[in-house]
């Protein structure tokens, strides 16, 4: 079946400006996540959706940065007023979750989308 | 908080040695651990998992095994290929958490 999609592949952005990167998760999985991973930092974990519940959004690393997820299915992460710093892979990943114990099972993640702010 | 750790590469080897990466985490309770791949150009993806301890989680001759008494999940395989060069990454899922926990990666390359 097909996987976790995500677009633009690259994106190439001047300081200030808005960007919209896009996510479509794996049919039937209702958790979506975003990651980021750069030079400096590696990877880490943004933000967290989980069907209708409340995302998980403590790993945004500042209030320019926001997602969502519209009919729990495709998300959009959105970063405003773009600076340097935000220059890096912007990776997204789904995966189901188990009805039993809660648990989130195992993530699969998109291509990601190369973001360079100039 | 949550970390992983993992040995520094790059990791230079000839095709047909013994690769090992070392990985070791930091957690309450008993995460899942994972090792992903990702190739040149490419995105994520899962290798191996395993869920509790002393499982063992195999693929493509990919091998680590859960060790809570040393809290680590090291990788290895017994004869690399040219097509294994690629930046690994070990991870760790909480009980009960949804966010991966990363390791910084492991560049790998194998020279024919």
């Known amino acids: 079946g097909a996987g976790v999609s995500q677009s633009p592949s690259n994106k190439v952005t001047e300081k200030g400006k808005d960007v919209e990167l896009r996510c479509d998760p794996i049919?039937?999985?209702?958790?979506l996540y975003w990651y980021r991973q750069s030079l400096g930092q590696g990877l880490e974990f943004l933000i967290y959706?989980?069907?209708?519940?409340?995302?998980?959004k403590s790993g945004l690393p500042s209030d320019r940065f926001s997602a969502e997820r519209t009919g729990g299915s495709v998300s959009t992460l959105t970063i405003q007023r773009t600076q340097q710093e935000d220059s890096a892979v912007y990776l997204c990943?789904?995966?189901?979750?188990?009805?039993?114990?809660?648990?989130?099972?195992?993530?699969?993640f998109g291509p990601g989308t190369r973001l360079l702010v100039l | 908080g949550d970390s992983v750790t993992q040995m520094e590469g790059p990791v230079t080897l000839s095709e047909e040695a013994f690769l090992t990466i070392n990985c070791t985490y930091t957690a309450t309770g008993y995460p899942s651990l994972f090792w992903y791949v990702q190739y040149p150009g490419e995105g994520l993806q899962l290798l191996l998992k395993?869920?509790?301890?002393?499982d063992k989680g195999s693929n493509k001759g990919f091998e680590a095994t859960y060790r809570k008494e040393t809290t680590s999940f090291h990788l290895e395989k017994g004869s690399v290929q040219v097509s294994d060069s690629a930046v690994y990454f070990c991870a760790l899922l909480k009980a009960a958490g949804n966010k991966l926990t990363f390791g910084g990666g492991t560049r790998v390359l194998v020279k024919p």
């Open positions: 990943a789904s995966s189901r979750r188990n009805p039993s114990s809660g648990q989130a099972e195992t993530q699969y």
């Open positions: 395993a869920t509790k301890a002393d």
């Open positions: 959706f989980q069907g209708n519940s409340a995302p998980d």
């Open positions: 049919s039937g999985h209702t958790a």
